[in-house]
């Protein structure tokens, strides 16, 4: 990373966190005007999960994407933020909380956008750069990093069973009750906390074992595989009933949505192991953005 580049970041997360502090102590802020029709018109063109909603659910929608976009800043890093970047953003974060009406992000206070994948050191450029968003801890607590090209990707392909800002929403959520370990404790109800840790560890032991259908990577830990399950169940919930129905049930209750019942209608954007990374870097998919889910 360029010192330019790691100055901007510093400014950024500690003005983040003056702004923060000015807002905790101030009124949670609610929509009051109508919603713009440039933000209806790229979630017709770009949502799947809306364009399955009954009218009353899209308004409802749209508020949810209003209010977080009124609650948490996006800022691009070495990229131009425009007003579909931040509708996919409040999107991703709206979707897995749309069964509940009264919640709100209070542990976020920014989203920064990297123009692709980086590095654990924050790096755009050189070796590594494998992370395409991560929910920030310590001195970058109440920040989310996601790649603008991961972003846009897991909206562009809605039947490959990922979305990178969805992910790290579902991380976000986790960590509303402490260590993201995940164990939704603010969703889930006591009595599904021990079928959801053994199934859990049922559903890892058969990715390791190169039986499952479900992202590699969710054999990580169980944070992980929370948040891959998750995308499954946003994206595909209708193949994740078929193939892991025990999984499919919790999850509805996790989430209070019956995704099943949505009619979907998904964009598919194929893109192999060996294809060219669609960031452009010139690399293989697998060994650019892709990295995450095939090493």
Not at 48 to 59: G, H, V
Not at 270 to 280: W, Y
């Amino acid at each position: 990373m360029t010192l330019t580049v790691f100055v901007i970041i510093i400014i950024t997360v500690s003005y983040s966190a003056f702004r923060w502090n000015r807002k905790v102590n101030s009124k949670w802020r609610v929509p009051i005007t109508p919603f713009p029709k440039e933000m209806r018109a790229i979630l017709n063109r770009d949502i799947s999960f809306y364009n399955a909603l009954s009218e009353i659910e899209k308004s409802r929608f749209e508020f949810k994407v209003q209010e977080f976009l009124l609650n948490c800043r996006i800022t691009g890093i070495e990229t131009t933020v425009n007003l579909t970047d931040k509708v996919l953003v409040a999107s991703s974060a709206v979707i897995p909380i749309f069964g509940f009406d009264n919640w709100k992000y209070v542990n976020i206070k920014e989203v920064l956008i990297y123009p692709t994948a980086f590095n654990e050191k924050f790096e755009i450029e050189g070796t590594n750069r494998r992370i395409l968003g991560m929910v920030g801890s310590g001195y970058m607590d109440g920040i989310m990093i996601l790649s603008q090209q991961a972003l846009k990707h897991g909206f562009r392909n809605e039947s490959d069973k990922k979305n990178t800002a969805i992910h790290e929403f579902i991380h976000l959520i986790d960590k509303t009750d402490g260590p993201i370990d995940g164990i939704p404790s603010k969703l889930m109800e006591k009595q599904y906390a021990i079928p959801w840790i053994d199934l859990i560890n049922k559903k890892i032991d058969e990715i390791i074992d190169g039986n499952s259908d479900i992202n590699p990577y969710g054999s990580t830990n169980k944070a992980e595989f929370f948040s891959v399950a998750s995308e499954y169940f946003f994206e595909r919930p209708k193949l994740l009933e078929k193939k892991h129905p025990e999984l499919y049930s919790l999850l509805e209750k996790v989430f209070n949505q019956k995704m099943a019942n949505r009619k979907l209608n998904k964009r598919t954007v194929e893109i192999g192991r060996n294809n060219p990374c669609p960031c452009n870097s010139g690399k293989k998919f697998k060994k650019c953005c892709g990295g995450i889910h095939y090493n």
